[in-house]
């Protein structure tokens, strides 16, 4: 958590610097945000935002997953012209990656978080 926590205050410090800000976003009225639509609603956005971190990764691409500006999210819609009924999703800075550590993150093994059939 500490690793975390310092990558998250480093990036919401540096924000203004990313080259690309990606906001994710899904059209839902009121009535579709109700507690009982949320695995429907966000369903499809959030498989779509992981697809572009993907493509972006294969390009020497780097993302974040955020969502740090949602406590804010009246007023980026308001700064951007979002319309009201769109909410935004995800955050996603991207920029070229310059660093040295961008390698597969650690995996536990398949057969320790797979289970057919039965737990």
Known sequence: MKRVRSSSEHLAAHMDDVPALVLACIEATHA???AENQAQLW???LPAAWSYQLAARARGLGTAWTTLHLQYEREVS????????VRQG?????????GETFRPAPREPLESVLH???W
């Open 90 to 98: 995800v955050l996603l800075p991207t920029a070229y990656y310059t």
């Open 43 to 45: 369903g499809s956005l």
């Open 116 to 118: 057919v059939d039965r």
């Open 78 to 85: 308001q700064l951007l012209g979002i319309p009201s009924p």
């Open 32 to 34: 579709e945000l109700s």
